[in-house]
């Protein structure tokens, strides 16, 4: 069975720090993502990483939140630093394993950002 269970979010002020966890099982997968929806837009992309370490982020996000994965532990994490109020979303971790057309979808984790 394939599981994308994201935790860690919440509410932090502006200029905080939150530690997103994405714990993905059910596939091998080479590729996670994670993503985010503020209220009235669009999905966004935030921060992607290969198996192989390389990594790619948003230019919104780029200095600030960095992207990492815990292999014995099969998690990846989302480390957000100096947090602003346009970073308010859901946040989703996705996971892609080879051969698979689409991304794995976690639930989601709300991150709250007050000014």
């Known amino acids: 069975q394939v599981q994308v269970v994201e935790s860690g979010g919440g509410l932090v002020q502006a200029g905080g720090s939150l530690r997103l966890s994405c714990a993905a099982s059910?596939?091998?997968?080479?590729?996670y993502a994670w993503f985010r929806q503020a209220p009235g837009k669009e999905r966004e992309f935030v921060a992607l990483l290969r198996s192989g370490g390389s990594t790619h982020y948003a230019d919104s996000v780029k200095g600030r939140f960095t992207i990492s994965r815990d292999t014995a532990k099969n998690t990846v994490y989302l480390q957000m630093n100096s947090l602003k109020p346009e970073d308010t979303a859901v946040y989703y971790c996705?996971?892609?394993?080879?051969?698979?057309?689409?991304?794995?979808w976690g639930q989601g984790t709300q991150v709250t950002v007050s000014s």
């Open positions: 996705a996971a892609n394993a080879p051969g698979i057309g689409t991304y794995d």
């Open positions: 059910g596939r091998t997968f080479s590729v």
